[in-house]
């Protein structure tokens, strides 16, 4: 699996964290870790590929978090519950708020790793299913081929339209030029990477404040990265 993920530990036990933490890492995952519900709000969490969350906590369990995280926040970033709390009706519970998994300690890091890879494969493999993506003020549509800013439309052209559609659906990635191409102009006969340049950069006028969210780096490509 390609780890260039980043997980969020959410636990009050230091020890179970800082184990987490070495086994994660030694993976390849990139880690970040919160000792409280409340620390974990003041993170970005749209930047986390995925949350290690504790159900029992100081003042706001994980379950309230994770409540916050769907209904208020509004963020599909998969969470796996990580609790001592066996009743069916706390599984259901933390099912029922959006969980992806649930596992009851104490559990072995291996079968964690393995649950954790299985999310994360299983969320590359589905995002073609989701149609809409939302940044901030920023939404598009990839089915109605639609983009609003601030509720407002933009009107792109269609190659400025499918290239920000890659970029928004695998933000945080770097996609080479060379790909943009052949996703992009795969029906066009003669094309070169200065056509993906120009039209990024009519794309980032278009967009306003988000294009500078288009990041450009030699011999790697573009990615849309917050």
Do not use: H
């Amino acid at each position: 699996m390609e780890n260039n993920y980043k997980i969020l530990i959410v636990d009050d036990e230091k020890d179970l964290c800082e184990i987490l933490q070495f086994n994660l890492e030694s993976e390849g995952f990139d880690t970040e870790i919160a000792y409280s519900a409340e620390a974990a709000l003041a993170k970005p969490l749209d930047s986390f590929n995925l949350i290690l969350l504790d159900v029992m906590m100081g003042e706001m369990s994980g379950f309230k978090m994770a409540m916050k995280i769907r209904k208020e926040l509004k963020l599909n970033v998969p969470i796996i519950f990580m609790t001592a709390k066996t009743a069916e009706n706390d599984i259901l519970t933390g099912f029922n708020l959006g969980a992806d998994d649930y596992i009851t300690k104490p559990f072995s890091i291996k079968e964690m790793v393995a649950r954790i890879k299985a999310i994360l494969k299983r969320g590359t493999n589905s995002s073609a299913s989701i149609t809409v993506f939302e940044i901030e003020n920023l939404a598009i549509d990839t089915e109605r081929k639609t983009i609003t800013i601030n509720n407002l439309s933009v009107n792109l052209t269609r190659k400025e339209f499918e290239i920000l559609a890659l970029l928004i659906k695998n933000k945080g990635k770097y996609i080479e030029r060379t790909e943009i191409l052949d996703r992009i102009w795969s029906d066009d006969v003669i094309v070169t990477e200065r056509n993906v340049d120009v039209n990024i950069a009519r794309l980032r006028k278009k967009i306003g404040n988000y294009g500078k969210f288009i990041i450009g780096k030699s011999g790697y490509g573009y990615c849309f990265k917050i």
